[in-house]
């Protein structure tokens, strides 16, 4: 199994920056895909921004230029700093991990964790 655990998410104005933070633990193998989705009330989940293990980053439109996902493979935790923030990015965002275990290889599964409350005031 995967635990991952997300901080950093908090209550700040419009234009203000956030940084999250997703650590994975567990018997981990491998671990492909790390990144951020997020759920608006009455809103279906979406994409924020993903990272591959090699490098790739890939953001939604509505966040390219503001927020900046990041990886330590090597702690196995991503991040994202999310910078001129503004209401509509009021959401629980979700870490996700694409990750192989011990019990699962070959197969790769996907976990994700609790989600974190962010807040922009207007």
């Known amino acids: 199994q995967v635990q991952l655990v997300e901080s950093g998410g908090g209550l700040v104005q419009t234009g203000g920056s956030l940084t999250l933070s997703c650590a994975a633990s567990?018997?981990?193998?491998?671990?492909?895909?790390m990144g951020w989705y997020r759920q608006a009330p009455g809103k279906q989940r979406e994409l924020v921004a993903v990272a591959t293990g090699g490098g790739r980053l890939t953001y939604s439109d509505s966040v390219k230029g503001r927020f900046t996902i990041s990886r330590d493979n090597a702690k196995k935790t991503v991040y994202l700093q999310m910078n001129n923030l503004k209401p509509e990015d009021t959401a629980v965002y979700y870490c996700?991990?694409?990750?192989?275990?011990?019990?699962?290889?070959?197969?790769?599964?996907?976990?994700w964790g609790q989600g974190t409350q962010v807040t922009v005031s207007s």
């Open positions: 996700n991990a694409a990750a192989i275990t011990l019990a699962t290889m070959p197969h790769e599964i996907d976990y």
């Open positions: 567990g018997t981990i193998f491998s671990i492909n895909t």
